[in-house]
């Protein structure tokens, strides 16, 4: 399947001015092996872009001088990641203090030439705003820094993160931190490093269901035909009003008392995306989510623990009972898998994980991801908060959340036959 994000590509010219820098922490920092927990399994870079528009700052000081400066600094609090991962029978980090990876870069273009790109995520045009160290690479480091300096004064801050370090919140906590060190400040939140709070019971005590299993085909191959289609990337963005008319929708039958804008919009998407895909009645399809375990715990994990703390959950039904039964009934549902995550919950799981950790291909699943809900948006290097944040790609089976001032840009991919449906429902609202 090729891909296509309905827009020409810019050719974006980058020049990397001199050698990606390792660079290590300001001071000597603990080493050793770093203990992971189960929920950080699996090694997945996720590149992510902030655009920064220029500010006159006393001195003109050099965005990429600062914040390489500071990223020394804040290695010194979150010295795992200066290390490199090792296995044996589980990850883990070895905490050598080489460094995160830093490169500096300059585009011939200004900010405003790429600005229509931004909330485009799989655009081809911002690939090299975040620099690939490749495939293959041993013991590659388990961030990539790049700045990128634009005509206009303006600079792009794309990073590379490995997914095994931390989730989504962890991850905002520590650029957020990155912020605070550039400009001067005391950590406003230090991070919570010892990952042993999370650590398997012995012996591994699983109590609930855990795993998923492949659903059945019921729909002649739908989407095996789909497959032949070109993808097609779009993003809608949903206005406070529209995100109050979804609420309000989903409460209209007064089946529920209460609704969050989450589970409103997760419920709308996953219907329509049913919907326009044209499945067979009887095709079971699945939503995929995650839900912060810190404060569910007990006692909830201690604030800025750093690692990944976030519980997949899943519900499921037929496109049938998706798409005809009120609104209200996904959102119950929805509300119900959010529940269901409690501490006895969150211990099996991470038992389930010590006696089988595999993932497996899952068909007629889409997984929801709301940066909307993270605080990227907020990062402040010295330059104010960015006029755009969020991730370079989105998966194919991903709709993903990104704010957008105060309303929400939906990002997905589809088939091109089934995207004009897709984009009818929106209208619709």
């Known amino acids: 399947m090729t891909t296509n994000d309905g827009d020409r590509v810019l050719n974006l010219n980058i020049k990397i001015d001199g050698e990606p820098t390792l660079i290590p922490p300001a ?5 050793g092996l770093y203990f992971l927990s189960n929920f950080d399994a699996g090694s997945i870079m996720v590149k992510t872009i902030q655009c920064f528009n220029y500010k006159a700052i006393d001195g003109e000081l050099d965005a990429a001088q600062a914040i390489k400066d500071g990223l020394a600094k804040v290695l010194v609090h979150y010295y795992p990641l200066a290390g490199r991962l090792t296995r ?5 980090i070895n905490c050598t203090g080489e460094g995160a990876l830093f490169v500096e870069a300059e585009a011939d273009c200004t900010l405003e030439d790429i600005h229509s790109y931004f909330t485009k995520p799989n655009s081809a045009t911002l690939e090299k705003l975040v620099y690939d160290i490749g495939h293959g690479t041993q013991n590659p480091p388990l961030l990539v820094a790049q700045v990128t300096k634009f005509k206009c004064g303006g600079f792009v801050f794309g990073l590379c993160m490995d997914h095994i370090v931390f989730d989504g919140i962890g991850a905002m906590e520590f650029v957020n931190s990155w912020g605070e060190v550039t400009r001067g400040l005391p950590l406003s939140n230090p991070p919570y490093l010892d990952r042993t709070l999370l650590k398997a019971r012995d012996p591994p005590t699983v109590e609930f269901v855990h795993g998923l299993e492949p659903i059945v085909d019921m729909s002649n191959s739908t989407l095996a035909v789909l497959e032949e289609e070109i993808l097609i990337n779009k993003s809608f963005v949903l206005p406070p009003g529209k995100l109050e008319q979804l ?31 044209k499945l067979h ?20 994990l201690p604030k800025g623990y750093f690692g990944n703390a976030a519980v997949f959950v899943s519900c499921q039904f037929s496109a049938r009972e998706l798409t005809d039964n009120p609104l209200s009934s996904t959102v119950e549902r929805i509300q119900e898998a959010i529940k269901s995550v409690t501490n006895d919950y969150i211990r099996s799981t991470l038992d389930f994980f010590e006696e089988k950790m595999e993932w497996k291909p899952l068909t007629y699943t889409i997984f929801l991801n709301a940066w909307s809900r993270l605080g990227f948006h907020n990062v402040d290097f010295g330059w104010g908060e960015p006029i755009y944040s969020g991730p370079l ?8 959340f990104l704010p957008h001032g105060k309303a929400i840009n939906v990002c997905l991919s589809l088939p091109a036959s089934t995207m004009k449906i897709f984009q009818e429902l ?4």
Do not use: N, Y
């Open 426 to 429: 929106i209208d619709q609202v």
């Open 393 to 400: 790609s989105v998966a194919k089976d991903m709709v993903l």
């Open 27 to 31: 001071k000597e920092t603990p080493g």
């Open 88 to 92: 044996e029978k589980h990850f883990m």
């Open 247 to 277: 609420k309000k929708k989903a409460l209209e039958d007064g089946v529920l008392k209460r609704c969050t804008t989450f589970e409103a919009l997760t419920a709308f998407m996953w219907r329509a995306r049913t919907q326009s895909l």
């Open 281 to 300: 009645h009887d095709q079971q399809v699945r939503v995929l989510f995650t839900v912060d375990g810190r404060s569910r715990l007990e006692p909830p």
